[in-house]
Nanobody, 124 residues
Framework: LVQLVESGGGSVRTGDSLTLSCTAT????????MGWFRQAPGKERAGVEL???????TYADSVKGRFTISKDNGKKTLILQMNALKPEDTAMYYC??????????????????WGQGTQVTVSS
């Protein structure tokens, strides 16, 4: 069983930075495909960034150059560094995990495990 707990959300202004964390329980953290998704009010959930078992990443075009995903395997923590935040980044952010995946990560993957989410609000 894998449990995911997100933290680090908050209310910030345009151009600020935030760091989201997702702490996981369970086994095989090092090799799991993991990622961040977000859902804004009235919109469908959308992929933000993924990181595969060997560190290959996939980014949504809207966050490329501003957000960075990483894993701290020793702490079993997935991290999302968000810089240059914009009002359109406002959403509930969710952490997701699945089994190992050694290819390029894909937002269409049906992730088996999800966190409860952490809210990010960016005001202008």
């Amino acid at each position: 069983l894998v449990q995911l707990v997100e933290s680090g959300g908050g209310s910030v202004r345009t151009g600020d930075s935030l760091t989201l964390s997702c702490t996981a329980t369970g086994s095989a953290f090092n090799t799991r495909l993991m990622g961040w998704f977000r859902q804004a009010p009235g919109k469908e959930r959308a992929g933000v960034e993924l990181i595969a078992s060997l560190g290959t990443t996939t980014y949504a075009d809207s966050v490329k150059g501003r957000f960075t995903i990483s894993k701290d395997n020793g702490k079993k923590t997935l991290i999302l560094q968000m810089n240059a935040l914009k009002p359109e980044d406002t959403a509930m952010y969710y952490c997701a995990a699945d089994g190992s995946w050694y290819g390029a990560p894909n937002f269409d993957t049906e992730f088996a495990y999800w966190g409860q989410g952490t809210q990010v609000t960016v005001s202008s």
